[in-house]
Each structure stands twice: as structure tokens, then as C-alpha cells.
């Protein structure tokens, strides 16, 4: 072997560790970019999470009448103001049930339908309907609006919704 071959490997050896590193930092450079990126999703799940309870302790301490339901429409959260609107005892007499379970018998089928077609492209819901509250017999026309909340997917997280009006039917 001769100088030129030492020099040879010496240069190949250069260029096999410079391209290893070159290699490994952007190995680096991507896992760091990575964690980041995680870093940031866990941060914005926190405020989220922050809000979605923000959310909820303003809704229990409002007047206002509001409540929260799944993907499917059943109720999943209550205020107590609902709750004395539909005349309930407590929340555990509304949790579960869908929204249709509450309005008069003639006026569900169509709420239904017009409530499922807008689950199904809207953001929002206006409705305006008729209940019997439990305790009193009184009927009860509500008028309420709920916002459909949606991932990047377009697929339902939840519906918030609150009852603007309520008039006793005569």
C-alpha cells in the first residue's frame, strides 16, 4: 500500500463520517422538531382542557338554561336552570336522554328529522319547541340555539347548547 491508497481511505473515511454526521443531525434536528410538536399538542390539550372547565363552571352558575350532549344528541351535562325548565329533580333524571325525549310527541318527529339533518353538514342549531314541564304540567315553548362543535375531521366532539326563550304556552 502506498501513500495514495492511505490517502484514499483517509478521504473516504472524511467523507464516510462527515456524511454521518450530516445524516445524524438531521436524525436530531427531526426528533427535536418531533418533540416540539408533542410539546405543543399537549400544551394546547391543557388549555382545552382549561377551558372545557371554564366552560362548565360558567354554565352551572348562569341563569341561563344550557346543556351539553354527544355526538348522537344525548344530554351529557346540565345547569340547574334546565333542570327546573324541564322540571326535574336533578341533572341524573336528563343525563343520557336525547333532546327528543323532552318535546311534545307531535312536534318530535319533525325536530328530529331537521335536528339529524343539521348534525349532519351545519355548525349550528335553531329550534324552537314545545315541553311539558314535569312538576308544574305547564307547556313550555323553548326556543334554543346549540353550536356543533367539530374536529379538523368534520366528525361531532360535542353540541353546547342553551335555551334562549321560554314562554308558557296557554
Known sequence: MDVKDISAWVAIGAASTAACVWFYRKVIKTIIRSFNQYKEVINNSTKIILTTNRVNSIIHLTDTPYFEADRYGNITN??????????????????????????????????????????????????????????????????????????????IINILGKISEVKTKN
Not at 336528563?94 to 335536528?115: K, M, T
Open 78 to 155: 346540565v345547569n340547574q336552570s334546565l333542570i327546573n325548565v324541564f322540571g326535574a329533580d336533578n341533572e341524573i333524571e336528563l343525563l343520557g336522554f336525547g333532546i327528543f325525549n323532552f318535546i311534545l310527541a307531535d312536534e318530535r318527529a319533525q325536530n328530529r328529522v331537521e335536528w339529524l339533518n343539521s348534525l349532519e353538514h351545519d355548525t349550528e342549531i335553531r329550534k324552537t319547541f314545545t315541553i311539558i314541564n314535569r312538576k308544574s304540567g305547564d307547556r313550555l315553548i323553548c326556543s334554543f340555539f346549540a353550536c356543533i362543535n367539530r374536529d379538523s375531521k368534520f366528525k
